[in-house]
C-alpha cells in the first residue's frame, strides 16, 4: 500500500533531528515498541480507512528506524569504517526482508483460522515479537561507546582517542545546525532523492494494498 512512504518519506529527516535529544536507546526502543504494537493492532481493523490510518502511522514510526540506525552507527565507527557497516545494515535488511517474505507465506495458511483472514495473522504474528523486542533494546541498547557495558574500561579509552584522531571530527560538527538543516531542505539534490525513493517503492510494494482491500472482511 503505496500510502505507507507518504509518510515515510516526510518523517525520515525529523526523526534523525530528535534522535540525540531523546538518545538513540529511548527513541530507536520507542519506535520499535510502538511499531510492533500499531502493527498487531492492524491485524483487527475492521474497514479500509482503519487500514490506511494504520499504515500512515506505520510510516511515520518505521521513517525513523532505518535512518536512526545509520546515525546511531557513526556513535561508534569512524568515517572511514561506516561504508562496510552500513552495508552490513542494508545485507541485514536485505535478508530479514527475504526471511520475512517466507514467513509471510507459510502465516498466510492460517487464512480462515477463527475466522479471520491470513493477512491479519501477519500482522499480528509479525508485530507482537517487534513490540517485544522494542522493550528489551530500552534496556539492552547502549547510546554510545562510553556507555556500552560489553566494553572494557581500556576499550572506551580506545575508543575515545580514535574518535578524536577522525578527520574532520570536532566538537562543532556534532553539535545540531539550524542552518545546516535548512539547507538540506532547501537542496533539491534531497527532494529529487526522495520522489524517486517514493515512486521505486511504490513499484516493489504498492500492490499489497489491492490484496487486504478485497480481502478487509
Known sequence: ?????????????????????????????????????VATLSGLVNSYGSLVACRLILGVLEAGLFPGLNVYLTFFYTKHELARRVGYLFVSAAVGGAVGGLLAFGIGHLDGAHGMSGWRWIFIIEGIPSAVLGVVTLFALPNDAQSAYFLTDKEKAFMEVRDRRDYGNTASSKEFSKIDMVKAFKDWKVWAFSFAQFGVDTMLYGRSGSYIRWNIG
Request: overall charge positive; cysteine-free; aromatic content about 22%.
Open 1 to 37: 500500500m503505496f500510502i505507507f512512504f507518504v509518510t515515510y518519506l516526510l518523517f525520515e529527516v525529523p526523526s534523525n533531528l530528535v534522535l540525540k535529544l531523546f538518545t538513540p536507546q529511548r527513541w530507536i526502543a520507542l519506535l520499535a515498541t510502538t511499531w510492533g504494537i
